[in-house]
């Protein structure tokens, strides 16, 4: 099995990219919604969040108030590394479970849709491939207006917050432009599917996995036989 991440900047199209790969039959595991799987109320985060940011961060059902702990940390650094170090390592956990379970399913990739794959350097280690939907800066900035209700000047302070997406196409394999229809951008996801699929990258981590499945079923009946005897 190997890994595709595939990121983008706001509203550049990563989701619209992402439900048709998933059309085409791939796995994708979206990054954004374990997210907010790992604070749902009773887990781990969710109590280390609580102890470290108080009972204001939370909503009336009790579940954790994102909106709200996205101002406070956008402005407090230290309080951003606080929120990280709780969440991230159970984002990676969980992710690591998905993967796993695509793996045993027989998977030969699964796509993870990261919108801050770039920022986070171990996990682009882990890519095989990396994917950047890019839009140009205007249709980006109309299509975050409209999608989102904001001004001019809001949207443009949200692009503005984020790695440029012109530097994060140049640190992608693949590039889908998603400037233009809907129809455009997924011929572009046929491609790389289709050169996805023609991968033979799967290979060196299947050979492993059944040489090791292979030998520690060897092991045990050896160690069955020495015991019968
Ligand atoms: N090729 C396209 N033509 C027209 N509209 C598009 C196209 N691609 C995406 N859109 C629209 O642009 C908006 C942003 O797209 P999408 O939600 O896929 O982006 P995103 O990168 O997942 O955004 P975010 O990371 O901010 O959630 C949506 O309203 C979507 O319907």
């Known amino acids: 099995m190997f890994l595709v991440g595939l990121t983008g900047g706001i509203a550049s199209g990563k989701s619209t990219v992402s439900s048709q790969l998933r059309e085409l039959g791939c796995p994708v595991i979206d990054a954004d919604v374990v997210a907010r799987k790992v604070v749902e109320p009773r887990t781990r985060a969710y109590q280390l969040i609580v102890q470290n940011f108080g009972q204001e961060v939370l909503l009336e059902n009790g579940e954790i108030d994102r909106q709200k702990l996205g101002h406070i940390i956008f402005s407090n650094p230290e309080k951003r590394r606080v929120l ?7 984002i990676h956990r969980a992710m690591f479970h998905h993967i796993l379970y695509y793996f045993i399913r027989g998977y030969r990739y699964v796509v993870l849709d990261v919108p801050l794959l770039f920022e986070t350097r ?3 280690q882990l890519m095989k ?11 980006q900035l109309a299509r975050l207006m409209q999608r989102d209700s904001l001004s001019q000047g809001e949207a443009e302070q949200r692009v503005a917050a984020q790695m440029p997406l012109s530097e994060k196409r140049g640190l992608a394999r ?3 432009e998603n400037s233009g229809s809907r129809e455009d951008t997924h011929r572009q996801v046929l491609r790389l599917h289709a050169a996805l699929d023609r991968s ?4 060196p981590v299947r050979v492993i996995a059944v040489a090791t499945v292979a030998g520690l079923a060897g092991l045990f ?5 020495l015991l019968a005897s």
């Open 84 to 90: 990280n170090s709780i969440t991230h390592p159970e």
């Open 122 to 124: 171990r996990l682009t």
């Open 129 to 139: 491939h990396t994917v950047v939907v890019y839009c140009d800066p205007g249709t």
């Open 174 to 176: 693949h590039v889908i």
């Open 200 to 203: 033979m990258e799967y290979l």
């Open 221 to 225: 009946l050896y160690t069955l036989k």
